[in-house]
């Protein structure tokens, strides 16, 4: 059984683009949950998908937003891009409520 | 807002030697997730704990889940140096399992 997949695993893009991450859960999973992780503030919650529908969100700025498609497949945006958005992007699926969360190996987001 | 607190911030053991860490919450348990992560890597979950009092093991991992004491510990038997890395533990502040909020990270090193 594949395990969650992040594309790309490395970016490099200049402060006020804009950049788009890939996440393909596990085969079955319904719930996409997406992760920052900096040295200085550690994991952080972004958002949560659940059935293409944002159940929960994180104390983030407008600028990062997601979505979830049918396929359960999920992405995350992050518009206008500041140097504090450099970071460690991970999500992570799960089956439904309660059930163990599996994360990919994430996408190490550099703005230069 | 759930934080959670671990100890120590970093560990060094000779290999072949025990090792517990702690996870403990400033809020009540309502589902409590290990992990482990390779510098700049994915987590890769170990172990998930629902239920005070409940301990699971997984090789030479061991987990338990104190309720009472919002607390859980990760015990390690006969460390290897394939044990190193950071362990970061994981709660559902809600029971949804729809955000997790993470503690900052035990760096453990395992000396051959």
């Known amino acids: 059984k594949a395990g969650v997949t992040q594309t790309p695993r490395y970016l490099i893009k200049t402060r006020g683009q804009q950049v788009t991450l890939s996440c393909s859960p596990i085969?079955?999973?319904?719930?996409v949950s997406w992760y920052q992780q900096t040295p200085g503030q550690g994991l952080q919650f972004l958002f949560e998908?659940?059935?293409?529908?944002?159940?929960n969100k994180g104390n983030f700025p407008g600028r990062f937003s997601g979505r979830q498609f049918s396929n359960s497949r999920s992405e995350m945006n992050v518009s206008t891009l500041e140097l504090g958005d450099s970071a460690l992007y991970l999500c992570?699926?799960?089956?439904?409520?309660?059930?163990?969360?599996?994360f990919g190996q994430g996408t190490r987001l550099t703005v230069v | 807002s759930q934080e959670l607190e671990q100890s120590p911030q970093s560990l060094i053991v000779q290999e072949g030697k025990n090792l517990t860490i702690n996870c403990t919450s400033s809020?009540?348990?309502?589902?409590l997730y290990w992990y482990k992560q390779k510098y700049g890597e994915g987590l890769i979950f170990l172990m998930m704990?629902?239920?005070?009092?409940e301990e699971k093991s997984h090789e030479k991992i061991t987990a338990k889940l104190d309720e009472k004491k919002q607390q859980s510990s990760l015990h390690i038997t006969a460390s290897q140096p394939s044990h190193a890395g950071i362990y970061l533990c994981?709660?559902?502040?809600?029971?949804?399992?729809?955000?997790?909020?993470f503690g900052k990270g035990i760096t453990l090193s395992v000396r051959p």
């Open positions: 998908y659940f059935s293409e529908t944002q159940r």
């Open positions: 704990l629902q239920k005070g009092g």
């Open positions: 085969s079955g999973h319904r719930s």
């Open positions: 994981g709660a559902d502040p809600t029971g949804a399992n729809s955000k997790l909020t």
């Open positions: 809020k009540t348990l309502y589902g």
């Open positions: 992570a699926s799960s089956w439904g409520l309660n059930t163990e969360a599996f």
